[in-house]
């Protein structure tokens, strides 16, 4: 992906972010605003993943 397109893309994400918080506005829990999100980015055609899984390894210990 160019520099370009990555602008691009985040721009779009932004964008439906602040679409999503303008429609059901602020206070409500965090997984409503993601599964709100969710919609909106495939109504825009952007594909998403939620929740993926990925190792994180702090102070030497991995956590999972």
């Known amino acids: ?3 370009e397109q990555y ?4 721009r779009k994400i ?5 679409e999503v918080h303008k429609e059901i ?8 605003y993601e599964h709100c999100l969710m ?3 495939k109504s825009q055609n ?10 994180l390894f702090y102070k030497g210990f991995l956590q999972r």
């Open 14 to 18: 932004i964008g439906a972010a602040i």
């Open 7 to 10: 602008n691009s893309l985040s």
């Open 46 to 55: 952007i594909r998403a993943v939620q929740q993926v899984r990925i190792p």
């Open 25 to 32: 506005g602020p206070g409500l829990l965090e997984d409503i």
């Open 1 to 3: 992906m160019t520099q």
């Open 39 to 41: 919609e909106e980015l």
